[in-house]
């Protein structure tokens, strides 16, 4: 079956810095990638939808400059949390879907605790 | 944002009952779709029903949709103590492929 790996899968970082969250098509290629963010307790928001060789497209309310998406391959897309604040702290997840597959496939989530 | 409500917030049950959970959303929709969260995990794909499908079952779970009512509802049956987790509901509308989640429900079945 389709799966996708998240790297990494819990990061600590201080406020000020920078911080990376890859995600990975293993077996399919997926021109488009979703992005989610789950506060404790809560649903998923999607933040932005990634897509291939284009710019991403975010939701209404999330920062394009604050969080930085990269699909820069079939297999790949990177979401680069900027100038973290300790309210970035959250569960971020990535998704995507295989088109032989009825549902989207997820990847096991980072969470993200910037101190 | 998040497309609808889901019903109840928080169940608790015995081992061997059924679990039943209803999602409302509020736009035209291609599917709507059933995933499952442990705590502090990836989901899991349950079910995918299509907008003109009205029930659909596999294996223990028996997924409805009323389009009418913008709701569907999720039965678990002969619930396990593994079925402990996070159920959420969602959509993806008629027109895009961004799937759009409900608030969840918090499922724990007691052994």
């Known amino acids: 079956g389709a799966v996708v790996s998240q790297h990494p899968s819990w990061v600590i970082c201080k406020s000020g810095t920078s911080v990376k969250i890859e995600c990975r098509s293993l077996d399919f290629q997926a021109t488009t990638m979703f992005w989610y963010r789950q506060f404790p307790k809560q649903s998923l928001m999607l933040m932005a939808t990634?897509?291939?060789?284009?710019?991403?497209?975010?939701e209404q309310g999330v920062e394009k400059d604050k969080f930085l998406i990269n699909h820069a391959s079939l297999t790949l897309s990177t979401l680069t949390v900027t100038s973290a604040h300790p309210e970035d702290s959250s569960f971020y997840i990535c998704?995507?879907?295989?088109?032989?597959?009825?549902?989207?496939?997820f990847g096991s989530g980072t969470r993200l605790t910037v101190v | 944002s998040q497309q609808g409500e889901e019903d109840p917030q928080a169940l608790s049950i015995q081992e061997g009952e059924n679990a039943t959970m209803n999602c409302s959303y509020k736009?035209?929709?291609?599917?709507l779709q059933w995933y499952r969260q442990n705590s502090g995990r990836g989901l899991v794909h349950l079910i995918l029903i299509r907008s003109n499908e009205r029930e659909k079952h596999s294996g223990r779970l028996r997924v409805t949709l009323d389009t009418s009512k913008k709701s569907s509802s999720l039965l678990i049956t002969a619930s396990r103590a593994a079925d402990t987790a996070s159920y959420f509901c969602a959509t993806v509308a008629a027109a895009g492929n961004k799937l759009t989640f409900g608030g969840g429900t918090r499922v724990l079945v007691k052994p």
């Open positions: 736009t035209s929709i291609n599917n």
């Open positions: 998704s995507a879907r295989a088109w032989e597959l009825d549902g989207y496939t």
């Open positions: 990634s897509n291939e060789g284009s710019k991403a497209t975010y």
